[in-house]
């Protein structure tokens, strides 16, 4: 799987739009960008994924460049609830066997 | 949606005690679930792969005889911590994903350990 890098931590207030940014450089043609997040002390939850178009869902939306060389997951109205560790994961959609790989992930802080 | 339930959420067992963790998937089969442990402002740490009615896969550095992992039916694997020791406290979690589905993997809500 593709290696991801993301800013380690930021900040959005409340209310506002959280973008939280994903450099996926190396990404293969046949690999998905998946967003995962973790809530302090719970599992990790699945947000969205998307291949090369950009993909709307009711937790958010995924923006993927043109190239698929990075990504931005976008929280249209960040909570209080959202506070949280985002991961963003490339790998091969289909590849139901393997596990999923988590890097350090972005610390979004809600700030009220 | 897939739901996976993992028990007990939180666990305080002396040192030298076997504690037992168990993930089930609730509203689906899963044939494969991974292990994963989490340290204090750390990444989720892959230990091990399940599979059921198989032996289990362990990553490197991971003792498998000290974290023994049964995966007996197709909606339920165990993770049992072995003599635990202080430095086996950790936050573990589960996953599993439904077959055929290509939106995600679910993951139990985790499972405190904590040995004194």
């Known amino acids: 799987d593709a290696k991801t890098t993301q800013p380690t931590s930021m900040d959005c207030a409340e209310g506002r739009a959280a973008n939280l940014p994903c450099n996926h450089s190396t990404i293969s043609g046949n690999e998905y960008v998946y967003w995962y997040r973790q809530i302090h002390s719970q599992g990790p939850q699945y947000i969205i994924h998307g291949l090369k178009n950009n993909e709307t869902n009711e937790m958010a939306s995924l923006i993927i460049t043109e190239d698929r060389k990075s990504s931005t997951l976008i929280l249209p109205h960040a909570t209080l609830r959202d506070t949280a560790v985002y991961y963003c994961i490339v790998r091969v959609a289909g590849s139901g066997n393997t596990p999923l790989v988590f890097g350090k992930g972005t610390r979004l802080s809600v700030i009220a | 949606g897939a739901v996976v339930s993992q028990h007990p959420s939180w666990v305080i067992c002396k040192s030298g005690t076997s504690v037992k963790i168990e993930c089930r998937s609730l509203?689906?089969?899963?044939?494969?679930m991974f292990w994963y442990r989490q340290f204090p402002k750390q990444s989720l740490m892959l230990m091990a792969t399940?599979?059921?009615?198989?032996?289990?896969?362990?990553e490197q550095g991971v003792e498998k005889d000290k974290f023994l992992i049964n995966h007996a039916s197709l909606t339920l694997s165990t993770l049992t911590v072995t003599s635990a020791h202080p430095e086996d406290s950790s936050f573990y979690i589960c996953?599993?994903?439904?077959?055929?589905?290509?939106?995600?993997?679910?993951f139990g809500s985790g499972t405190r350990l904590t040995v004194v």
């Open positions: 509203d689906f089969q899963a044939t494969t």
């Open positions: 996953s599993a994903r439904e077959q055929g589905a290509i939106d995600g993997y679910t």
């Open positions: 399940s599979n059921e009615g198989s032996k289990a896969t362990y």
